[in-house]
């Protein structure tokens, strides 16, 4: 197709002002758009207050399609279930029969540990639940790895907050807006979390890398080896996420830095559990009274 | 100003819907970011672009020249992607359309599908140097999602060529 030369309208002064005016209010509004767009790379949480301003609008849109897409799907499931019904029955019988010895063991351990603890004077600290809810939707064409959740400062959400889903570490809070907040997903490559391996208490940090997976990075000073299916859980560092939940299994052999899998894969169909940060930054100090000379 | 009587060659007169139609489908194609799923890596094309991409191809002057900051800052609200990033590369996406069409006579789909992907991959590759710090190991992704995007091109052209037609009421 010829292109149509739009940008010389006729002999009319009028009407070519006018196409020239346009063009720089264009070139004017993309020299503001690079401002902007080198403000959010050297800060990258301006513009959140736009941002969870439009999540409030759409978030509703995402957990309705959300809502209708778990309901459809949960039709063949829920079909299924009813077949096998005796087999399953006789099978969960024979479980939690077997189960009892283990779990009068297990309140007998922890009735002893509570006690030595006692005996011990530990202080512990418990995580606070703030709130649960879904996430309902993500970013599948930045690079970058957010979600965004159902539940905001109405609902005490703040910035900061771990978020844990029924298997493990899902992320942080990054921005919270009246009933929405953006998360932080573990595999995006500016989150890093503390982490312990469970076998030996191995020190490591697990980065993201942006395509799905997860790095971990051995932070202590002797040369540290990794095997597949070593499990590292948050080692509650830094006071942000509470202490042994699982966050990455490793996939492959290798020495200092491994490639992992997250063990919570986040989906819109689990809760989200939002936590208080496990210890909270201590308040700002009070301003010292200003000394008003006397006159 | 409405014709009572219209050959079969007239233009079909321009309505508020039809004027409205290219920017609301753009918008619309900035909203598919909204469908619920967790996306472990970026594996959906930038549909608003593309979207916009095929309507100034297809008709230059469907949108006007400064349309880009509006939806693109629009898609940058929804995307994730820094902000300014949409606004930024989408209208140099249209000048570039500009200069490209003050050189060409003549354009035809083989043209409009390399200009398409020229334009595509320099957004996403400008929001992957913008979003990630360097090192980070997401180029292939990012590849991956650029072709993905280009091989799209085709199918959005001709949604775009479908809402395009001229309705007529019989």
Redesign the interface.
Known sequence: MAPSNNRRPGFSRRAQYGVFASYVFAVAGMLVGVILLALSYFDPTTFGAARTAVAEVTAPVSSVLSYAGRTVGSVPDGVGSYFMVHEQNFALRRQIADDHAVTMRARAINYENRRLKALLGLRERISVPVVSARLVSSSPTSTRRFAVLNAGSWQNVERGQPVLGPDGLIGQIVESGPNTARVLLLTDPESSVPVRRTRDGLPALAVGRGDGLIDVRSVSNAAATFAPNDVFVTSGAGGVYPPNVPVARVLRHGRDIVLAEAVMRASTLDFALVQRAFLPAPPPPAAPPVAVPKP | MRSRHRGPFDEASETRLSRLLPAFSVMLGS?V???????????????GLLMLLAWRL?R??AL???A??AL?LFDD?????????????W??C??MI?LI?ER?????FWQNWLIAAGGTAFYLVV??L????FG???D???LV?VLTSIMLFPVVSLLCAWLDQDYEPA
């Open positions: 909203c970011t909204l469908w619920p799923t967790i996306a472990g890596f970026p594996f959906l094309p930038p549909v297809i230059a002057d006007p020249i400064w880009p900051l693109g609200l929804l995307s994730g992607q820094p902000f300014g990033l949409g606004i930024a590369t209208a140099m249209f000048f500009d069409d060409l006579m003549f354009r035809d929001g992957r913008a979003a990630v710090p980070a190991p997401v292939t992704v990012v999602q």
